[in-house]
């Protein structure tokens, strides 16, 4: 399965982006999708999950701001990312894996998106 993700930018503190993560090559309704972050210096850390049910799981500092979605009939999995703060900052990758198992390591993804830049401004 081929994933590009898009929907980063720019954007000031406080703000709103979503990013979206396109599939093709597989249907996704099988896969736990994960949403992934990298900040400059940093190790790829985990922002949050939603299995093929719906079901979702984020990192406890992001809760509350950041809400995993998926659309199976057009092939998508979206973060949507409310209050922006600069520490925020990262590349954003999406991941799939198969099976129903909620995955928040790395190494438990089978594919990988290219990643999206988000910049948040103070």
């Known amino acids: 399965v081929q994933l590009q993700a898009s929907g980063g930018g720019l954007v000031q503190a406080g703000g709103s982006l979503r990013l979206s993560c396109a599939a093709s090559?597989?249907?996704?309704?099988?896969?736990?999708m994960g949403w992934f972050r990298q900040a400059p210096g940093k190790e790829r850390e985990l922002v949050g999950v939603?299995?093929?049910?719906?079901?979702?799981y984020y990192t406890d500092s992001l809760k509350g701001r950041f809400t995993i979605s998926r659309d199976n009939a057009k092939n998508t999995v979206y973060l949507q990312m409310n209050s922006l703060k600069p520490e925020d900052t990262a590349v954003y990758y999406c991941?799939?894996?198969?099976?129903?198992?909620?995955?928040?390591?790395?190494?438990?993804?089978?594919?990988w998106g290219q990643g999206t830049q988000v910049t948040v401004s103070s």
């Open positions: 939603v299995s093929w049910s719906g079901y979702t």
């Open positions: 991941a799939a894996r198969s099976g129903s198992a909620t995955g928040t390591r790395v190494r438990e993804y089978d594919y």
């Open positions: 090559g597989r249907t996704l309704s099988s896969y736990t």
